[in-house]
């Protein structure tokens, strides 16, 4: 059965229809509904337009949406609750239900927040990190240009010019001329001498000098350039005769200019004006003008306040710096007469005696002394020893019994009198002086001042009064301090005198030091060193003798006396000094090893073998054994060094030395097999020794097995983290293979294990391109400010851009560092060969054999090779730094 077909299908949908409007659905406008695009003039589609007429309804909305656009949105209307609009749930009450839900929602977001809070600060910092390294700041940009301008002189800064417009006036304003008149005397005398120039050209009086016109007037340019009027016609060359002439013609021009054509009377002679201008000497480097002003600025303080001092003495010295020495005798002598004792409170005792120094010190000899004793007249209480200085010994006694009577409180007064005695060779009265002086000012309430009389003592040190800055040092060193602080105290006190370069206060304060702590071995070492560093050699041994007597059992004072003889050439000296240390210390290693080392390096070895036997059998140590092992290889014995080393190794298996002298036997046997299994037999019983794993690796590499030295060396990292050693070895040896992109990889690996390692980052420093080492060398020292290494590399870079005096003066810093560091002494020699002079040289080299370097890379390579075993500081010194290459 067909059914009919409704009416309404296939019909367009009548205007405003929304499908499913009364079921809640709500409209959308879909591509078809709004069409092409369309121009601006096409005609509008009014199929959805809302309907032409307005009702009263439409105006009240229109209305409501007015009042919605002008919502008030000021900060005084926003609640934090509601916001601008207000609750969209306003019509209820807010009611305490609410509240708590409110604040359990807070509460929850709270602890979210603080769950995600170490996360989302990392992810933002990361992120902040990230765009700076893509994104530099200009600053960053520029702040290894901005680290340069350290290295710019101040003559530098003074020649950058001035910012402008660098054209000349003339190119900054073409209508620019400037006419200078000549006078008419000018071409008067060029007329009579038959030449026919009637125009002078601007451009000859540019620097101040006039030249000779050119002819073709002011706007005819000159030809090829030259300066005209000063060549020869026809030659193109410069005539010396007019350019004298030209000179004389400016002169005359100068002089015309400073005469007087008023009265007719020349101010200027110009005959004799060159030679009044040689006969005034200038006696001051200022200018006139300032003199005169400086003159009035004094005269006018004089005379405002005539009892103010510093006046006085400052309006001498300017008439003595303008070479009017009677003026400032006069002017002085007035000012003592102003102010010849403190009168007024504003003026102060030491000015007024600054006064009467000045006028002695502007008088002759005679006069001066006069002046003084006027001076002692005024001032009862001072300049007493102004007056004791200028007279003679039997005066000047008198004058300080004197000035002891007036100022019984000055301490100056007695060290004076000390200094006058020892001056006169009356040793033996300092001590008493020193003394009375201690005892006079106590009982006249004056408290001993420690630091005020040690500082006397340094300054009568200075001036080479040693008695009586020791007799101050004996008297005053006790005072005021603590019985159980008095050996740190004073240890204290004698490192601030060398400091200040006081050698004999500090000699005083050691011994008195060592009479109230006789069996103090530390004391006598520090003494001792003093002695060494900054006495003599005899001085020293007598030290040394009083202090193995007071501490037999100290090895180390000993060896030191041992020593001293040793290296003066008398060698039978040292050996009684051992024979005796034998005695005292019976089975003492160190002694038995510089018995040996004795013997040895005086060639006399059946007696160090037989010295070594000795030790074998009473005090058998692996040091011991490892110099038995070692005396036998450097004399050629290999079977017998063989033979004790195996020995050696039965009792003591976990010493690494032995195992390294071993395996370097066999490798000196070009046995690589035996040094190989040499090395891994210690590396199993010393797994954390790092010289042996490095000779290993060097083996292996040696032989061509490079990714078995890799191999090794990755497995001392792994037995042996955070070792710089050994992450400098993995990247040198990549270097060495021409792996220079993994050994950067594996620097900084390193760097992030090791961030404070200084050998790491000197050799990261080169491993850079050169523009960059500087950079780098700065980034070194943040981490590494005081390392050696890095000091060494930044005095190399120095080196190696030319820079002598600050690569001496780093030199100098990583020695005074590390005096232990044998390759920075070789640098700094090879440095002096180069671009120092023989003083110099030599001074490096003395400084070296003092510190008796031990360590250091490169001179190990070479003091421990068995060549050189008999060599001495200063030869090894000269080996190294030969070996040493330029080029960084």
């Known amino acids: 059965m067909n059914k009919k077909k409704k009416p309404f299908l296939g019909m367009p949908a009548p205007l405003g229809y929304v499908p499913g409007l009364g079921r809640g659905a709500t409209g959308f ?182 030249n000779t ?71 001051h480097g200022g200018d006139i003008n300032d003199i005169k002003k400086a003159r009035l600025l004094l005269k006018s303080v004089r005379e405002t306040n005539p009892h103010h001092p510093p006046a006085w003495i400052a309006s001498a010295r300017l008439e003595e710096v303008t070479g009017k020495l009677q003026v400032a005798r006069n002017l002085i002598m007035k000012g003592t007469e102003m102010c010849p004792k403190v009168r007024i409170p504003f003026v102060l005792k030491e000015q007024s005696e600054d006064v009467w120094l000045e006028a002695a010190r502007l008088q002759p000899g005679d006069t001066a002394k006069a002046v003084v004793a006027q001076a002692v007249r005024h001032l009862p209480q001072s300049l007493w020893l102004a007056l004791a200085r200028l007279e003679t010994y039997e005066n000047a006694r008198k004058v300080l019994n004197k000035a002891r009577e007036n100022i019984p409180t000055d301490r100056h007064i007695w060290i004076t009198a000390a200094k006058l005695e020892e001056a006169n060779g009356n040793t033996q009265m300092v ?16 408290e001993i001042n420690r630091e005020q009389w040690i500082q006397d003592a340094e300054e009568c040190d200075k001036a080479g009064s040693v008695a009586t800055c020791q007799a101050i040092m004996r008297a005053v060193i006790g005072i005021g301090i603590e ?57 020293l041994e007598a030290l040394l003798q009083r202090a193995v007597a007071h501490c037999p059992k100290a090895e180390v004072l000993w060896l030191m006396g041992a020593k001293s003889k040793w290296l003066a050439g008398d060698v039978p000296a040292a050996r009684s000094i051992l024979a005796l240390a034998f005695q005292a210390n019976p089975n003492s290693e160190e002694i038995w090893l510089a018995a040996v080392k004795l013997e040895s390096e005086n060639n006399e070895y059946e007696r160090a073998r037989r010295l070594l036997a000795k030790a074998r059998s009473s005090a058998p140590t692996a040091r011991v054994f490892m110099k038995s092992v070692k005396l036998e290889w450097v004399l050629g014995n290999i079977a017998a060094a063989q033979e004790l080393c195996e ?37 199993k019983k010393c797994p954390h020794s790092i010289p042996l794993w490095l000779l290993l690796s060097r083996l292996e590499e040696k032989v061509g097995q490079l990714t078995r030295a890799r191999a090794i060396l990755e497995k001392s990292r792994l037995k042996n983290p955070k070792n710089p050693d050994l992450w400098l070895e993995s990247v040198r040896l990549e270097y060495r293979a021409g792996l220079k992109n993994i050994a950067n990889t594996l620097m900084a690996k390193a760097l992030q294990e090791c961030p404070n390692s200084g050998i790491l980052w000197s050799e990261a420093i080169f491993l850079e391109a050169r523009p960059q080492r500087k950079t780098k060398s700065v980034d070194a020292l943040k981490k590494c400010e005081h390392d050696p290494h890095v000091l060494l590399t930044v005095a190399k870079l120095f080196w190696s851009e030319r820079k002598i005096t600050k690569a001496r003066e780093w030199f100098h810093r990583t020695v005074k560092i590390d005096s232990d560091l044998g390759d920075a002494w070789a640098f700094f020699y090879k440095f002096e060969l180069q671009h120092g002079t023989e003083e110099q040289q030599q001074e490096v080299k003395k400084r070296c054999e003092n510190a008796e370097p031990r360590h250091g890379e490169l001179w190990c390579d070479v003091s421990k090779d068995i060549a050189n075993w008999q060599k001495k500081i200063g030869e090894i010194l000269v080996l190294v730094a030969a070996k040493l290459k330029n080029t960084f």
Request: charged share 35%; proline share 6%.
């Open 29 to 210: 406008t879909t591509r078809s509904d709004i069409g092409p695009a369309r121009d601006a003039n096409d005609p509008v589609d009014d199929r959805h337009a809302p309907p032409g007429k307005r009702t009263v309804g439409d105006q009240m909305k229109k209305n409501q949406t007015a009042d919605d656009d002008d919502e008030d949105l000021n900060d005084t209307n926003y609640d934090e609750f509601n916001g601008y609009a207000g609750s969209l749930f306003s019509s209820g009450p807010y009611e305490k239900d609410d509240e708590e839900a409110d604040a359990i929602y807070a509460a929850l977001d709270k602890r979210m927040d603080e769950r995600r809070k170490e996360r989302r600060e990392q992810r933002e910092k990361e992120e902040i990190e990230k765009y700076r390294m893509e994104r530099p700041k200009i600053q960053q940009q520029f702040s290894d240009l901005k680290r340069k301008l350290a290295e710019v002189t101040e003559e530098e800064w003074l020649s950058i010019p001035e910012v402008g417009d660098a054209r000349n006036k003339r190119q900054r304003n073409p209508r620019y001329e400037k006419l200078t008149p000549v006078p008419d005397s000018f071409f008067a005398k060029h007329l009579q001498s038959g030449e026919n120039h009637t125009s002078v050209d601007p451009r000859q009086t540019q620097f101040g000098g006039l």
């Open 483 to 539: 019985e159980e602080d008095r050996k740190h105290t004073w240890m204290e006190d004698a490192d601030s005198c060398v400091a200040h370069n006081a050698l004999e206060c500090a000699r005083a304060i050691y011994a008195y030091a060592l009479q109230v702590f006789p069996s103090k071995k530390s004391v006598w070492l520090r003494a001792a060193y003093f002695e060494k560093n900054h006495g003599t050699r005899e001085s």
């Open 431 to 446: 001590e008493k002086i020193i003394d009375r002086a201690i005892t006079s000012l106590r009982a006249n309430g004056v």
């Open 213 to 283: 016109p050119y002819p073709g007037g002011l706007n005819t340019p000159y030809p090829g350039g030259m300066t005209p009027g000063l060549m020869t016609p026809g030659t193109g060359e410069l005539d010396m005769r007019k350019i004298g002439q030209a000179r004389n013609t400016l002169m005359d021009m100068r002089l015309s200019q400073v005469s007087d054509s008023v009265s007719g009377q020349t101010v200027v002679d110009p005959k004799g004006y060159l030679t009044d201008l040689n006969s005034m000497i200038p006696t």
């Open 647 to 683: 020995e050696a190794l039965k009792h003591y298996e976990d010493f690494p030395k032995l195992w390294m002298m071993k395996g370097q036997i066999e490798e000196q046997k070009e046995l690589a097999e035996k040094a190989r299994e040499a090395y891994n037999q210690g590396l």
